[in-house]
């Protein structure tokens, strides 16, 4: 599916926005044919700045609406889409969400995977600090950019990797003695291994190992099933609670980025029981494997890290980690090696 998308900057009005869309969509032609997906009331709203430029078939809303006398038709509820559209297809689709109704957003994306359209994704107001500045950004010369994550191109990729290996290197020349003073404080205080190593999903859901120092009295490999640290667990151990509460315990993972398995910076890898979990309950979800994943990220740095004991967290930090997939750039990964090393290893939610 071909899908594009438009910001609604605080400055510029519907008028103008579609306006800038139609000058590429072919104006006063033969117009395209189009309907609108969101609530009511701010459907309407677009709906009625774009039909002098597309033929508005209908929107589709979570409710009827209560007046008899409609602008437009109600084509039912928003999950009819994928149904109306294999057998009334039309040309585009306008998807509207407020402020933060970005789970909404992303399943009525799923809807239409399938179906030969246009998709246009309208911001109605400019989200707070986060994901969303990343999900809605324009692209160059006004023209939307693609709403899904992208792979990395070759020269790109290579790039990045010179940059995780001169990163990696430099921090393992200088932690080498902080390094082997752990090793020896883990095997003075507990008689369990030194590293733990479970199974993790790398670039494109290829499995890999993961290192970490040792801090808990249990060792699971992540394939089956897996139990996060919480708040004062006793399977912690006491030098485990302070390496994890200054995240010195993902040292270790600096050897999995010279190895290649992992990057400085990118989504956090889960386990693969945790994956298997959430990929069919959150959309998108396994796009976070387009990249390789990362010791730290934006959504760590965005306070998303830690513990995930409901759903909303682990929501939210899937829209961060897409939000990179999606904008990642190199002077990007620098911003967050940097707000990581001032933050990062220093938040209450790592225990």
Known sequence: MHMQQVHLRKTESYKEVTSRLSGFRGRNVDRPSGVVLGPWQEGVEVARNIDNFLEIKGLFAPSRPNSNQLPYPWLGPVENIGRHLSQHPVDQVWLVFPENHWRELFSSLDRLSGHSTAAVAVAMQDGKPGAEDFLFRPGKGGLPKALYPHRENNLKGGVKRVQDLMVASAVWFLISPLFF??????????????????????????PFRIYKFSTMTVNEDGTETFHQATKDDPRITRLGALLRRFSLDELPQFFNVLMGDMSVVGPRPHPIAMNNRYMDRIPGYMLRHLVKPGITGWAQIKGWRGETDNYEKIYQRTLHDLAYVHSRSLMGDLSIIWKTICKGFFDDNAY
């Open 181 to 206: 003073l752990i090793i020896l404080g883990i095997k003075l205080t507990s008689s369990g291994p030194v590293f733990f190593r479970q199974w993790r999903h790398g670039l494109n859901g290829r």
